[in-house]
Every structure is written in C-alpha cells, then in structure tokens.
C-alpha cells in the first residue's frame, strides 16, 4: 500500500495535469501523468528493498515493463507511460496518460495488497 506522502505527491501531480490538459497544454499533462506513475513505481520498488537513490521515475517504469513477474495490465500501462513521443511531440498511438497513470497506480497498489497477504 502506498504511504500517504507518496499518494499526496501522486494527486498532486494528477491534479496538475488535469490541469494542463484543460489549458490546452497536452505535453505537460504527459509529463505530470509519467511523473505520478514514476513516484508510485518508485515508492513500490522502495518497499521492496531496491535501492532507488540512481533511478528516476522514468527508469523505475521501465522495470515494471519489462519485468514478467508484474500482472499484464501493470506492464502494459507502464509501456505506455514510457512511450516516446514522435517528432511532432505526439505519442504514435491514441492514449491518455493521465489514465493510464491512474490505471498504473490503482492496479499497483491493488497488487501491492494482494503480495502481502
């Protein structure tokens, strides 16, 4: 389960993007979507004894997509949070990172529980 700090920042950046979003400023949407998924990602990896001290927010997505030990829907979210976008600054397939980042998060912390138990 995600502290309550962590899950503070995590809204907050949420919020921020919604935020962006409705300014008409997609990119930075982008940006707070992948740094919310990144402080959860790390918060997780944290708790599981892996020193995060050289492992950005965007690194620590990158482990959960492309280690198999994670469920499907977990992977598959953090493939698309790590996604690059094209030279026009968009991402090559239509998705929504501040979702996909919620979907991140809620599945995460679901499976988080699930490990203690």
């Known amino acids: 389960?995600?502290?309550?700090?962590?899950?503070?920042?995590?809204?907050?950046?949420?919020?921020?993007?919604?935020?962006?979003?409705?300014?008409?400023?997609?990119?930075?949407?982008r940006v707070c979507a992948r740094r919310a998924a990144g402080l959860a990602a790390q918060a997780f990896l944290a708790q599981r004894?892996?020193?995060i001290r050289k492992l950005n927010?965007?690194?620590?997505?990158?482990?959960?997509s492309q280690n198999s030990d994670f469920p499907a829907a977990i992977r598959q979210s953090a493939e698309a949070l790590i996604m690059r976008v094209t030279p026009e600054h968009q991402l090559p397939i239509d998705v929504d990172l501040l979702q996909e980042a919620r979907n991140f998060i809620q599945?995460?912390?679901?499976?988080?529980?699930?490990?203690?138990?």
């Open 107 to 117: 599945e995460l912390d679901c499976w988080m529980e699930d490990q203690i138990d």
């Open 49 to 51: 004894g892996v020193n």
């Open 1 to 29: 389960m995600l502290k309550s700090d962590i899950l503070l920042k995590i809204n907050r950046e949420l919020t921020l993007g919604e935020s962006a979003r409705q300014q008409g400023n997609e990119g930075m949407a």
């Open 57 to 64: 927010g965007l690194d620590a997505l990158k482990v959960f």
